[in-house]
């Protein structure tokens, strides 16, 4: 068949198209686990299991785990009172939360991701040190949230820019730590702390951020991708902070345009007309399944040739909740 035309099911000539699939993609270990976990706890336990806030940013996640019996809420207080259990979301808690649900008696679940917890940790650290914390990270994002609810109010102050490294005003420089997000632009973040470091030399902190190694690797992984594709499509939600930093990376190291696609179905396929090369990645919460819809989705349209670009493997894996290691009752 070599030299015929290939056409699409439209009676359309199918013009050649290379996707480049960056690897690492996709789920991280702290995804992975917190789905286990409302899975596992709809199998232990059975229907309903209440998850405060969305468990991992990806709206075909929720979607499927709520058609199993889960119900999303956004706070303890549009849960009634029940044996059932409630599960909290990957992205962490403020103290505030188990704290009211115990006041309630309820039967709860922490799904944090470890390297979130070890971030909480880090900012409880420096606060019984007696230091000023900044956060580097987005306003409003629920792991900000989060970490910030750790410590009195007060007690964490915002960066979200340089601009904002370099207004700051300290209380005492000499008495100073950081912390940051773990799902934020790896490159924005050195940049923010060069700020702070010139400004405070005697800051603490991590060795360089707390950015976890699923954001970095899958931050290189689409840099490497990225100058050879006329499009990058990051497969996630807009909600999704890593997925949202993985297309401005993929623009920043030299891709045209790149977007963020939850599903095939969102396509616009105006984005991609007389295009020879597609990068595809996807963010840590969103599943392999949806990658796999928007392959097929451009092969009904294009000669494609997928070309799997590695730049890390991962095999790391958290433990579960204790309550949920052992077998679902028979
Ligand atoms: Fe944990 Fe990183 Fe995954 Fe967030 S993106 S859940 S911090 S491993």
Same mark, same amino acid.
């Given at each position: 068949m070599t030299g015929m035309p290939i056409f699409n099911g439209h009676g359309a000539e199918r013009p050649p198209l290379t996707i480049y699939l960056a $690897?690492?993609? #996709?789920?991280c270990a702290g995804v992975d686990r917190a789905i286990q976990i409302v899975e596992l706890a709809l199998a232990k336990f059975g229907a309903p299991v209440y998850v405060r806030h969305? %468990?991992?940013?990806n709206r075909y996640v929720v979607e499927g785990l709520t058609a199993k019996g889960a119900i999303f809420v956004e706070?303890?207080?549009? %849960?009634?009172?029940?044996g059932a259990p409630v599960i909290f979301s990957a992205h962490g808690v403020p103290k505030a939360v188990p704290a009211a649900a115990s006041l309630r008696r309820m039967f709860y679940l922490d799904a944090t991701c470890p390297l979130v917890s070890k971030v909480h940790v880090e900012a409880e650290r420096h606060y019984e040190q007696g230091r000023e914390i900044l956060l580097i990270g987005h306003a409003g994002h629920p792991e900000v949230v989060g970490t910030t609810g750790q410590?009195?109010? #007060?007690s964490v102050h915002l960066i979200e820019t340089a601009e904002d490294a370099a207004r700051f005003s300290p209380?005492?420089?000499?008495r100073l730590a950081y912390i940051t997000q773990t799902t934020l632009s790896v490159d924005d973040t050195k940049d923010i702390v060069t700020v702070l470091r010139q400004r405070f030399p005697a800051m603490v902190g991590p060795h360089k951020d707390d950015i976890c190694y699923a954001t970095t690797n899958r931050q290189d992984a689409v840099k490497k991708i990225a100058p050879a594709c006329e499009r990058v499509i990051v497969v996630g939600s807009p909600n999704s902070s890593n997925s949202l930093r993985l297309v401005e990376v993929a623009e920043r190291a030299g891709c045209p345009r790149a977007m963020l696609v939850g599903?095939?179905?969102? %396509?616009?396929?105006?984005?991609?007309?007389? %295009?020879?090369s597609l990068g595809i990645t996807a963010g $840590?919460? $969103?599943?392999?399944i949806l990658v796999d819809e928007i392959i097929d989705a451009f092969k009904v349209r294009f000669d494609a040739k997928v070309e799997i670009v590695t730049t890390a493997s991962e095999d790391i894996a958290f433990k579960l909740p204790r309550e949920l290691r052992e077998a679902p009752a028979a």
């Open positions: $690897a690492p993609r #996709g789920f969305e %468990i991992v940013h706070e303890l207080d549009e %849960i009634p009172d029940t410590l009195p109010e #007060g209380r005492n420089p000499e599903r095939a179905s969102d %396509i616009d396929w105006n984005a991609f007309t007389n %295009i020879r $840590a919460s $969103a599943p392999e």
